[in-house]
């Protein structure tokens, strides 16, 4: 096997059934149908050698808050015991904190929880204006990481596109508060990644840049002579759109300067690149095949910055189907939050097996975890009657040893008189190498996450 190429050998699928008497039945879940690079050691090997331990932030979030009773430990520090819904990730409980707490201060919770979980934006800050967000922490990041990569960050959801105000499908904004779209088919996203153009597709991509490259040409000129007719304060809103467009003209040149580039050459044996977000039978192995990707992504320098929306808010499904939304409107009702908290542990199992991934692999002296940030959460808290709150929202940060992230412990603070949860975002960012004291409303970074 060449450094440049992965392949897998046969494991088995769940699709695959057993057939008896003349009925059907799907497998169960077996150890055959684990990936085989999550398996055997050695097949990470011939990309653990063209590893060169760059740091890595990956954002996975999901709607609709969780049963918090099942959710937060009831000790502190380095000595608590893990909570009954954290229990999956048992084996892995030195390499990662449980954060407790914190919120959003400027959110004013309800379905915009996604909105703002990267951004901590006050949506209603502008007069005027029924939605103005600002840049999400990933994408600050990405304006550094991203000049050395094929790919400046990776958004991924379980709807494409951008979604609406409030009901976003992405986690990402730019430095104007746009969405960047998602991406929630493997397909599509594995042959972005990994499939080589043909001379055909290069000539569209690059006829498809220059009409990008002239369009902008045009409208700064525009907006050039726009300018001297403006007031001072007309002014100041078309610089912050002149940023936006210099934005993405640095990012088209970027994109044009890797297109002769070789994507790396993955194979896509046994991916199961078929899996719909919306099928019940497939909710779990849509999850497993797209951080797949986004492990292979990182494995192969493709991208160093990732966020993965795994349901939009008001929306959601457990691993059997459940309405995810309808049950965080539990009003209370034990039987509702006992269904939520299997749905809760059912994403954290999903968690456990891509942070294992990470772990398995050997990057440098350490794994790919110990150099790979794994921000895992919610925007909202469906607390105590089911409302949905911005306050004392479940977070778990995982990896990051090598970066100086200190692990194994819950920090639990006054959810009345909490830090932001910018706090933490400032933190991961510093982490990532920027050279920044300021995120958002952050007051600094979190303490007790630093080692």
């Known amino acids: 096997m060449s450094q440049r190429s992965l392949g897998r050998v046969r494991n088995l699928s769940r699709r695959e059934m057993l057939r008896g008497a003349g009925v059907a039945l799907a497998l169960p879940w077996l150890d055959a149908m684990t990936p085989v690079w999550a398996a055997d050691d050695s097949k990470f ?3 653990a050698k063209a590893l060169t331990s760059q740091p890595r932030m990956v954002c996975c979030y999901i709607p609709n808050g969780v049963n918090i009773f099942q959710w937060v430990p009831t000790q502190t520090g380095s000595q608590y015991q893990l909570s009954p819904t954290l229990q999956p990730l048992a084996d892995l409980q030195t390499q990662f904190s449980v954060l407790s707490g914190l919120g959003h201060p400027a959110a004013t919770g309800g379905h915009s929880g996604a909105d703002t979980w990267l951004t901590a934006a006050d ?18 990041v990405a304006a550094k990481h991203g000049r050395e990569t094929r790919i400046p960050s990776l958004q991924l959801s379980d709807a494409t596109g951008t979604g609406s ?9 730019d430095q104007a508060g746009t969405p960047l779209p ?9 042959e972005r990644l990994f499939v080589p153009d043909s001379a055909v597709d290069r000539a569209a991509t690059l006829r498809r840049y220059a009409d990008k490259r002239s369009i902008l040409d045009n409208v700064l000129a525009e907006a050039k002579q726009l300018q001297q007719k403006l007031g001072a304060n007309d002014q100041r809103k078309l610089e ?11 990012r088209v040149q970027r994109l044009q300067e890797w297109i002769d580039v070789p994507k790396p050459e993955v194979s896509a044996d046994d991916l199961q690149l078929q899996m719909q977000p919306g099928d019940a ?10 951080l797949e990707i986004s492990y292979l992504a990182l494995v192969t320098d493709t991208t160093r910055v990732i966020t993965f929306e795994w349901s939009r808010e008001a929306g959601g499904y457990g691993g059997g189907g459940e309405n995810h939304h309808e049950l965080s409107h539990h009003g209370g009702d034990p039987g509702m939050l006992a ?3 299997t749905i809760d542990q059912f994403h954290v199992t999903r968690l456990g097996r891509f942070l294992r991934l990470l772990d398995k692999t050997q990057d440098g002296p350490g794994s790919m975890l110990d150099q790979t940030m794994v921000l895992f959460g919610s925007g909202m808290n469906s607390g105590a009657g089911g409302d949905h709150s911005p306050k004392n929202l479940p977070l778990l940060l995982a990896g990051g040893r090598r970066l100086g992230l200190k692990h194994g412990q819950h920090l639990a603070f006054d959810e ?12 991961i960012a510093q982490t990532m190498g920027i050279e920044t004291d300021t995120f958002a409303d952050a007051t600094g970074t979190l303490t007790g996450l630093s080692s």
């Open 165 to 173: 105000a409030g009901h976003s499908h992405t986690l990402s904004f």
């Open 339 to 341: 269904k939520l908290a």
């Open 123 to 140: 949506l209603q800050a502008v007069p005027g204006s029924d939605y103005t967000n600002t840049i999400s922490i990933d994408q600050v």
């Open 45 to 47: 090997k011939p990309w």
């Open 240 to 250: 912050e759109y002149l940023g936006s467009v210099r934005e993405t003209e640095q």
């Open 281 to 290: 039978h497939d909710r779990p192995m849509w999850l497993d095949v797209m």
């Open 416 to 427: 009345e008189k909490h830090p932001p949860l910018s706090n933490v975002l400032l933190s």
């Open 182 to 190: 998602a991406e929630n088919s493997p397909r599509r996203l594995f």
